[in-house]
């Protein structure tokens, strides 16, 4: 996928060991969601004693600080970095008239367009004081009242618990047993199974995941074999997603996907690093965890997670699939710009983000994980809390399936939860034994983190921009299938990409080194554009042969001769 970035500005600053004229310092800037939601990012980019570039990323609006970078290439004309934690990578060049970067930011199956301009980055809001108090029942529909003012159709779920009981706010066309799909939220789940399957003897959290893979089934090998734990803590090197997952541009991107193709592609994967090296977050891990376990187990992973948590803790609500009465009482989910949406099947990737579950429901979970109702689990509920590696910057630490924040209040355990109409989050304070979940039924931003650390720590609560507008669908005309056959080969995309074209059925795709392909679309008889981006591809041909490509995006050209 192909992220464009505007130009970054910066104040030149002089460092040893650094190519002449290279340009370390902070920059700043904005990132435009499609949604039109902003987040704003400071990258820090700085020389030690040894003339080595170090950097780290913080995203403003989230709360994110001193994320690291990683892979850090600057010289006078180039700059090249990525961000482990989140998958996402930058290249950009030095544009001179505006004494600044222009590159490319790419991230997953995401495509946005960033602008970032001079200046320093904003203050940090101040933080709660370590005696922050929960708020009211009042206090909290305010909240959400003023989240969903101008956002028809979204309904919003938080439950509340500590050692005066519980408590459950509901704005919206919702209540206490209104169902939502709580996406990732499901490998905390996962990691559960794990860690109370080791506690039995039935696995090893070191034990090699290839080892209980079906026949025929393969890990890549890089240093050393991908554990259990690798898989439960987002250390295994696999990527976020499969590279080989067909491209949806709307609906379900699970739906197709196939067990048979998740074996392919773990075949053919070739790791960047070994395993345990470093943290990259996994949905395919966190799959293929699910996966390991119910086969070691001798079931299906719902099966197992109604045997082994939800059945016992009487999570009667919380499931893979919904039908009958739970059905009707499930919310109906809306997009980024609240619109309704298909809810998802999880398919072969139902342990990574497949379970849908309810306030309650949640609630009784975070009361089992808190001591405040006995259960047999709560050795391995407490054994996952103990931190494995470090996680997704300084103030993060990878627990079994949780993250481990630090906060003004203390540690905060947590994770959060996406699908493609619904947004979740669910985080304790195993301290002061007081917890918190929030449900929401769009994918519009700011979603429910801020409102959940809010409520459990003070932090402050993000700013609510008006309701996006969808951009119109730019049409297309019909190529016949013959026709779209002579686009197809590999081009050298520079300095050091490639964009593989194939078809795949009646369209064509493409696809760059190490991302998920996307389609694109004919708008003349050898020109096309993508929709999920900004982009159009330009095919040229020499005596009737096609001999390269030129990639238009963000003003700039580019010409990808064919290999």
């Known amino acids: 996928m192909i992220l464009p970035i505007a130009a970054i500005t910066m104040a030149q600053v002089a460092a040893p060991g650094l190519p002449p004229m290279a340009h370390p310092g902070d920059w700043s800037g904005t990132l435009t969601l499609p949604s039109r939601a902003t987040l704003r990012l400071v990258v820090r980019l700085r020389v030690d004693d040894g003339g080595i570039v170090r950097g780290s990323i913080d995203s403003i609006d989230q709360r994110v600080w001193n994320t690291p970078l990683d892979g850090i290439a600057m010289t006078a004309t180039t700059l090249d970095f990525t961000v482990p934690a989140n998958g996402s990578r930058y290249r950009g060049r030095w544009d001179a008239a505006a004494r600044g970067w222009s590159g490319i930011w790419s991230q997953g199956d995401a495509a946005f367009a960033l602008s970032l301009v001079a200046g320093g980055p904003p203050p940090r809001a101040a933080v709660a004081a370590d005696a922050w108090a929960l708020p009211s029942d009042a206090e909290i529909g305010d909240i959400l009242d003023r989240r969903i003012a101008q956002r028809p159709g979204e309904a919003i779920v938080v439950g509340v618990i500590d050692d005066h009981g519980r408590r459950i706010v509901a704005r919206g066309p919702a209540g206490a047993d209104t169902l939502f799909e709580i996406g990732s939220i499901t490998k905390v789940f996962t990691a559960l199974v794990l860690a109370d399957m080791a506690a ?33 803590t987002h250390r295994s090197g696999l990527p976020r997603l ?24 773990l075949k053919d994967w070739v790791p960047d690093r070994p395993a ?11 799959a293929l965890l699910g996966q390991i376990l119910a086969r070691r187990a001798g079931t299906d992973y719902e099966t197992l997670v109604r045997t082994r948590i939800t059945g016992p803790l009487r999570m009667r609500d919380t499931q893979v699939r919904s039908s009958g009465a739970a059905l009707r009482n499930q919310a109906t989910p809306h997009d980024e710009f609240l619109r309704p949406v298909a809810a998802w099947d999880p398919s072969v990737m139902v342990a990574a983000g497949g379970l849908r579950s309810d306030a309650r429901d949640m609630l009784t979970f975070l009361a089992a994980n808190l001591g405040f109702v006995p259960t047999p689990l709560k050795p391995a509920m407490d054994a996952m809390r103990i931190v494995r590696a470090q996680g997704d910057g300084p103030d993060n630490a990878m627990a079994t399936g949780w993250t481990v924040a630090k906060t003004p209040t203390g540690p905060v355990v947590t994770h959060g939860g996406a699908t493609g109409g619904y947004l979740a989050n669910i985080a304790f304070d195993p301290l002061r034994r007081r917890g918190v979940v929030v449900l929401a039924n769009t994918r519009a931003e700011p979603g429910v983190d801020d409102i959940a650390t809010h409520i459990l720590t003070g932090s402050p609560l993000a700013a609510v921009p008006p309701p996006p507008k969808p951009s119109a669908m730019r049409p297309a005309i019909r190529l016949a299938p013959g026709d779209l056959d002579r686009f197809v080969g590999r081009y050298r995309l520079p300095p050091d990409q490639v964009i593989t074209v194939f078809r795949s059925g009646n369209r064509l795709m493409i696809q760059l080194i190490g991302q998920q392909a996307m389609p694109i679309h004919p708008s003349g008889p050898a020109d096309f554009f993508a929709r999920i981006v900004d982009a159009e591809l330009r095919f040229h041909a020499t005596n009737g042969m096609i001999d390269s490509v030129t990639l238009l995006q963000n003003g700039a050209e580019k010409v990808a001769p064919r290999l």
């Open 200 to 232: 039995r003897g039935e696995v090893g959290l070191d034990d090699p995941a290839a080892r209980y893979l079906p026949p025929g089934w393969t890990l890549p090998v890089r240093g050393r074999a991908i554990t259990l734990l690798d898989l439960a």
């Open 242 to 265: 499969p590279l080989n997952m067909p491209y949806v541009e709307a609906g379900d991107p699970y739906a197709g996907y196939t067990p048979a193709a998740m074996r392919a592609f």
């Open 276 to 286: 345990g090296a470093q943290y990259e977050y996994s949905n395919l891990g966190g």
